[in-house]
């Protein structure tokens, strides 16, 4: 299984050398787009802690109830390397559906899923559609503070809290 061993974002961008410029890229484009959404590092939940235990860089930070009660520390955006792409989750939702899904279409991206999308080179995606992306994630956080929390919470499979 492939595993980013770091323990702070400059370990994180420096993790793998030939990706490096793509992971300073996107972190520009987060800079720009969405420089309400701070960037920092995320550890991902202890062993034995709910939450999922990957590292990733994170942009925007909010937390969800799991299904213990306990709070998880969840980014808005998370950018992680996994063994062959780099991939971007989403934790928000425009109306009733994540946000990925009016832009998933025209976006390009190798892979993408409910609410994340995975790239090898951010040249291969359709830069301007990506931008609107990344501001409205920033937009619909600043007008919206819970809405991430909601959204983790209320994804198929939780009940709403």
């Not at 410029?21 to 062993?47: D, I, K, Q, R, V």
């Amino acid at each position: 299984m492939f595993r980013v061993e770091v323990a702070s974002v400059e370990e994180y961008f420096n993790f793998d050398p030939a990706r490096r410029a793509e992971l300073l890229a996107f972190n520009g484009l987060m800079a720009t787009h969405a420089p309400s959404l701070e960037c920092y590092f995320h550890g991902g939940a202890p062993a034995g802690d709910p939450g999922m235990r990957f590292k990733m860089i994170g942009y925007g930070r909010f937390q969800y109830p799991a299904s213990s009660g306990a709070l998880v520390a969840w980014p808005v955006v998370g950018l992680a390397l996994q063994k062959n792409y780099i991939s971007v989750y989403l934790s928000v939702s425009k109306g009733p559906a994540p946000v990925l899904a009016a832009y998933a279409l025209e976006l390009n991206a190798a892979r993408s899923g409910r609410n994340n999308f995975s790239f090898k080179r951010l040249s291969d995606l359709n830069r301007p559609i990506l931008e609107a992306l990344i501001a409205e994630v920033a937009a619909i956080t600043i007008d919206d503070p819970p809405n991430a929390a909601r959204y983790r919470s209320c994804r198929p499979g939780r009940e709403a809290s």
